[in-house]
């Protein structure tokens, strides 16, 4: 069984629907002007999602991905968790959700490294949901918001992280398992926030 299967294997269908049902509540939250302390008002950032997980390198010790999937809102269960939660597609396509693009690596030992980016109507809600699925990518693990990025959510334990970062209506999202470190997901993050500000490391990036 890979690492993927035990992980999903380990998260029963009532802790989905549990899943579900948060994000359902601050998708409410959210359109009603109650989340993030009443905030309404949303930065106004957008950035294309396949460009974001597109320009990533492959990270040392990893194999070389193949080319971003955009499957729409209709599989951003599948692309941040891995497996369906037809619950989680509903809440999120009733926070905003507008587009997704996903990319992933994998390597020796189980090592799995899944980019997901992400557009939305509504930043706050973003945030919210993002901060959800970090949590159920890693059932059981500890909190975990890098300092570096403010705003961030995330959750890790032994063999597996997950983290949430929103730059305007953008959503970032990277879910690692096996032996791949904390400075991996945080790069990778880094990354993407440098492709959806349009930077890189010597100034702005194109697609060429």
Same mark, same amino acid.
Not at 28 to 49: I, K, M, W
Not at 52 to 72: F, H, N, Q, S
Not at 107 to 127: H, I, K, M, Q, R
């Given at each position: ?11 029963? $269908? ?6 579900? !049902?948060?994000?359902? +509540? %601050? ?5 009603? &002007?109650? /989340? @993030? ?65 996903? $990319? ?6 189980? !090592?799995?490294?899944? +980019? %997901? ?5 509504? &930043?706050? /809600? @973003? ?65 993407? $926030? ?15």
């Amino acid at each position: 069984m890979t690492t993927r299967s035990r992980r999903q294997a380990l998260q029963p $269908r009532s802790s989905l629907t549990a899943l579900a !049902a948060a994000i359902l +509540a %601050v998708v409410v939250a959210v359109t009603t &002007g109650c /989340a @993030a302390g009443g905030r309404v008002e949303q930065q106004s950032l957008e950035a294309d999602p396949a460009f974001i997980v597109r320009v990533l390198p492959t990270r040392p010790g990893l194999d070389i991905a193949g080319a971003e999937r955009t499957p729409g809102p209709a599989g951003f269960d599948q692309a941040t968790l891995g497996h369906a939660v037809p619950d989680l597609v509903t809440s999120a396509e009733a926070g905003g959700l507008r587009e997704v693009a996903v $990319r992933d690596w994998t390597g020796p030992g189980g !090592a799995l490294l899944v +980019a %997901v980016a992400s557009l939305w109507d509504d &930043g706050e /809600a @973003a945030a919210a949901i993002g901060g959800e699925v970090a949590r159920a990518a890693v059932p059981g693990g500890s909190v975990w918001t890098p300092s570096q990025y403010g705003g961030s959510q995330g959750a890790r334990s032994a063999d597996a992280r997950a983290l949430s970062v929103v730059i305007g209506k953008v959503a970032l999202f990277v879910r690692a398992e096996g032996p791949v470190d904390d400075e991996a997901v945080l790069r990778t993050i880094q990354l993407m $926030r440098k492709a959806a500000a349009g930077e890189d490391e010597e100034g702005t990036i194109t697609s060429g």
